[in-house]
C-alpha cells in the first residue's frame, strides 16, 4: 500500500523554465512533509519542508504547496538549473514521539536541460 | 559542516553470513534512523532511536536487530544474509527528538550485494 505517490517518474523541462514537482499521500495522520534531492550512489539530500498546518513555504528557488484537502503536494523550482537534475522524493512524516518515521514516494527523475 | 558519516559504503556478503552497518550521526543529533533502498524502489524505514533507546520500528526483518550507544552512533546487524537483503542502507540522523522542526540529514549510505 503506496501511501505516498509520486505518478511523474520522469520529468523533462528546459534550462530557465519552472519545475513542478507532484506528490499525492493517503495518510491524513501525516504531520510534515518533505522533498529530498538525490544524486546516484549518494543519499538523499534534504531540498525544504512544510508543515500540515500551511499551505506554502518559499525557500530561494524551492517552493513547496500542500493542499491539505486535495492530500496534494507540489515542489516548484524556478528557475530550473541544469545541477537540479536528479531524483526528487516527496516525503511524509507520522509523528511518534521520539522519532518520526519517514514515507516515502516513489521518486522523480528531473532532467533540466539546455 | 559535519554530515552523517556511514561505514563501509560498500560490503559484499555470502548468503547466511553477517554483516554490520555503522552510522555517526551529525554532532549534538540524538535521534538516528535506519532506511533500506531496494533496486528501483523508494527508501523504506527499518527502527529509530531516540537517546539511545528504540523509539519506532518498521518492516525490519527479525534477523536485523540494531541499537544506539552512548556516543549516539548506531549500528545495524544483519544476520542470516538472504539475497534479499542487497540494497542501499541510509542512516539520518536529527535533534529535534521529534519535534515539529525535526528534519532528517541523510548519510551517503552503504551499498550492501549479498552473493
Known amino acids: 500500500d503506496q501511501q505516498v505517490k509520486q505518478n511523474s517518474p520522469s520529468l523533462s523541462v528546459q534550462e530557465g523554465r519552472i519545475s513542478i514537482l507532484n506528490c499525492d499521500y493517503t495518510?491524513?495522520?501525516?504531520?510534515?512533509f518533505l522533498w529530498y534531492k538525490k544524486y546516484p550512489a549518494e543519499g538523499p539530500t534534504f531540498l525544504i519542508s512544510?508543515?500540515?498546518?500551511?499551505d506554502k513555504n518559499e525557500d530561494g528557488r524551492f517552493t513547496v504547496f500542500l493542499n491539505k484537502s486535495a492530500k496534494h503536494l507540489s515542489l516548484h523550482i524556478v528557475p530550473s538549473q541544469p545541477g537540479d537534475s536528479a531524483v526528487y522524493f516527496c516525503?511524509?512524516?507520522?509523528?511518534?514521539?521520539?522519532?518520526?518515521?519517514?514515507?516515502f514516494g516513489t521518486g522523480t527523475q528531473l532532467k533540466v536541460e539546455l | 559542516a559535519a554530515g552523517v558519516i556511514q561505514s563501509p559504503r560498500h560490503l559484499i556478503k555470502e548468503k547466511r553470513e553477517t554483516a554490520t552497518l555503522k552510522c555517526y550521526p551529525i554532532?549534538?543529533?540524538?535521534?538516528v534512523y535506519w532506511y533500506q533502498q531496494g533496486p528501483g524502489q523508494d527508501p523504506q524505514f527499518l527502527i529509530s532511536?531516540?537517546?539511545?533507546?528504540?523509539?519506532d520500528k518498521g518492516s525490519i526483518p527479525d534477523r536485523f536487530s540494531a541499537q544506539q550507544f552512548s556516543d549516539y552512533h548506531s549500528e545495524l546487524n544483519m544476520s542470516s544474509l538472504e539475497l534479499g537483503d542487497s540494497a542501499l542502507y541510509f542512516c539520518?540522523?536529527?535533534?529535534?527528538?521529534?519535534?515539529?522542526?525535526?528534519?532528517?540529514?541523510f548519510g551517503p549510505g552503504t551499498r550492501l550485494t549479498v552473493l
Open positions: 539520518a540522523s536529527s535533534s529535534g527528538g521529534g519535534g515539529v522542526s525535526d528534519t532528517q540529514y
Open positions: 495518510n491524513s495522520m501525516f504531520d510534515y
Open positions: 512544510i508543515s500540515s498546518i500551511k
Open positions: 516525503a511524509a512524516r507520522t509523528p511518534t514521539g521520539g522519532g518520526n518515521k519517514l514515507t
Open positions: 554532532p549534538r543529533h540524538d535521534t
Open positions: 532511536f531516540y537517546e539511545k533507546m528504540q523509539s
